[in-house]
């Protein structure tokens, strides 16, 4: 599992497609907020949480797309089923790698949104990075799965959205609730539910990944 | 619990094997054995099934039916167990490496995947050898990506071979290859050969099947029908390769269960 997070952070050393792709897209959503929306009312914690998780879902959704694409390349694929270890343990080995990308990007992310939406009255509290932590697993858990899937067909720029969009939907109001409780520094007990519903939402997504992925690898 | 004889001198053995994709049959019921330290070529028509058996046998994909066994494990209707796919090598059309990737993390990356050699050093010591048993020295730092189809080759014959496979299968290794590349490259598959290691490999070039393949079996419409053990000399192979396959306007109509056993 690990060699696979090590292959996959080496190619990204190499090249820096993922995260530079996935930062560009990410200041390019954010500026369009920031010129398309009335400045006075992006600066509420809910509006910088909401623009946060929209962003890391586009510009996430198209480094998920190439995570696949350089498997699928020159069959390397097919040498990863071919080894001889537990195909879960191939998922969870992308799936953390994927999950690093999305960390980096959010964590560069929210003082670029800081910056550009003039946000005020922030007073990060714990709730924060256990909210992005929580929220990212879930998106790497669903999107890797998807991804995978996705990626043996023509259509898998389109694919993957189309599938793993209604099924993150819950996690991104979640994810959004506890981010924005996390950067005004609000209490648990005000958001305690949208944190378990992360949690459980993580846990089942990564379970059904590492018990189904045998059959994504197949054939 | 005594081993199945398949895993003695029989490492490959299959029984009515079938494969279908979807309604479409592709492999119509193959009974083959493949003896310890054979070299076996599959030859047929392009859609005879050659590629779908050797993928079956490498667990790429799973059979429709019948039986297989490899290396004494039965693989259907499931695929291979870690612990057989760890006695197995598989070369393909496409390199199956990362072009992003030096060739030295390529072969250490699937080092490590393979668990080849005791320890670190031990692994590194496993990469370089496998980099010189192919002559990979000079290319050993470049990206998969800026190889030669040639190199690229030799280094998927590397990454197959790393965790010294007691069965090796080979999809069309040769296409694409200049001629000192097919030189290099069968000087590979001849050390390896020599080494004890079971070989099956699909091709087209009726030369390097009679230079280097102990047998030769034929494949029509998803069934075999022919096997020439010992392989004939080339032209004698190609006339008697295309008596079996010229009166076929696609490549692969039936026309009868027509087995020639020499």
Known sequence: MWSIVRKDLAIERRTGEMLSSLLLLALLVVLLFAFSLEPERLRGAEFVAGILWTTLLLAGTLALNRSFVLEREAGAWTALALCPLDRGSIYLGKTIANLIFLLVAAVLLLPLLALFLGTTGIAPSWLLPASIVLGTAGFAAVGTLFSAMASRTRAREVLLPLLSFPILAPLLIAAARTTAAGLVGEPLEHVSAWLVLLGAFDLVFLTAGWLTFDYVLEE | ?262
């Open chain 2, 1 to 262: 619990m005594a081993r199945p004889a398949c895993d003695g001198e029989t490492p490959i053995r299959a029984r009515a094997l079938r494969k279908a994709y979807g309604l479409l049959p592709v492999l119509r019921g193959i009974d083959l054995d493949v003896e310890r330290g054979s070299f076996v070529a599959l030859l047929g028509a392009n859609g005879a099934g050659k590629s779908t058996l050797l993928r079956l046998l490498a667990g790429v994909t799973r059979a429709s039916g019948g039986s297989l066994e490899i290396l004494g494990a039965d693989c259907h209707p499931g695929r291979p167990e870690p612990a057989v796919l760890a006695r197995i090598g598989f070369v393909a059309h496409e390199p199956l490496v990362y072009r992003d990737l030096t060739v030295r993390q390529n072969l250490a990356f699937f080092a490590d995947l393979y668990g080849v050699g005791r320890d670190r050093a031990e692994r590194a010591a496993r990469v370089q050898a496998a980099i010189d048993s192919v002559r990979l020295e000079r290319n050993a730092e470049r990206a998969a990506r800026n190889l030669s189809r040639g190199t690229l080759q030799r280094l998927a014959l590397a990454r197959a071979s790393l965790h010294e496979p007691e069965i090796l299968l080979l999809d069309e290794p040769f296409a694409g290859l200049d001629a000192p590349g097919r030189d290099r490259f069968a000087a590979s598959l001849e050390n390896l050969h020599r080494a004890g290691t079971t070989l099956a490999m699909v091709s087209h070039d009726l030369g390097e099947v009679a230079a280097l393949a102990t047998r030769a079996i034929v494949l029509r419409d998803g069934r075999l029908v022919a096997d020439f053990s010992p392989v004939p000399p080339q032209g004698e192979l190609r006339a008697r390769y295309r008596a079996l396959v010229d009166d076929d306007p696609e490549g692969s109509q039936v026309t009868g269960d027509v087995v020639d056993r020499p």
